[in-house]
């Protein structure tokens, strides 16, 4: 995951905050991984704290928690759980 990915996917939280604030929902947050981090701590460590750091210069007074790694780290989740956990957690 490149630092471009990682920008890209820290600027959707500021919308998901709003669209969560807009439609009384909860946000739920999940940390993608490229495959190859999951063999590899220090790559993953790196790839969360830079997401950490770009959520942080963007929603400095939003959810702190999301600029924190571990809590990114309690919840990453390979690409392809990403529909199976969505629709496990959608309303019915």
């Known amino acids: 995951m490149g630092s471009s990915s990682i920008i890209a996917a820290a ?9 969560g604030k807009v439609f009384d929902a909860p946000v739920e947050v999940c940390q993608l991984t490229p ?8 790559l993953l460590k790196r790839v ?11 929603i400095p007074e939003g959810h702190p928690d999301w600029c924190e790694s571990a809590f990114h780290l309690e919840r990453r989740v ?9 629709r496990r957690t959608s309303p019915e």
């Open 78 to 86: 390979a690409v392809d759980q990403v529909i199976h956990r969505a």
């Open 48 to 58: 969360i704290e830079r997401y950490c750091k770009s959520v942080g210069q963007l």
């Open 11 to 19: 600027a959707g939280a500021p919308y998901a905050l709003r669209f």
């Open 35 to 42: 495959k190859k981090a999951n063999d590899n701590p220090e």
